[in-house]
Nanobody, 120 residues
Framework: QVQLVESGGGLVQAGGSLRLSCAAS????????MGWYRQAPGKQRELVAT???????NYADSVKGRFTFSRDNAKNTVYLQMNSLKPEDTAVYYC??????????????WGQGTLVTVSS
């Protein structure tokens, strides 16, 4: 069993910053690609950024230059640094991971989400 726990959401004014964290725990053999997704009210969940096991990042055009995805392998934790926040960034942010719980068992795991609200 593998769990992802997000933290760091909250209310911030436009132009401000927040840092989200996502900690993985449980039976982890290896963490593969991780991602941040978000879902705004009345909209579909969308990809924000991905980070491969090799360290390559990919960002949605809407957040490029403002968000930074990083990881601390020793802590099995990833971070999403969000700067220059805009009201349209308001959403529930979800962490996602592809995890090997053993050498042959691959799981796709989601966190419970953390709410980010950006006021204008």
């Amino acid at each position: 069993q593998v769990q992802l726990v997000e933290s760091g959401g909250g209310l911030v004014q436009a132009g401000g910053s927040l840092r989200l964290s996502c900690a993985a725990s449980g039976s982890i053999f290896k963490i593969n690609t991780m991602g941040w997704y978000r879902q705004a009210p009345g909209k579909q969940r969308e990809l924000v950024a991905t980070l491969t096991g090799g360290g390559s990042t990919n960002y949605a055009d809407s957040v490029k230059g403002r968000f930074t995805f990083s990881r601390d392998n020793a802590k099995n934790t990833v971070y999403l640094q969000m700067n220059s926040l805009k009201p349209e960034d308001t959403a529930v942010y979800y962490c996602n991971a592809g995890v090997y719980s053993s050498s042959v068992t691959y799981l796709t795991v989601w966190g419970q989400g953390t709410l980010v609200t950006v006021s204008s």
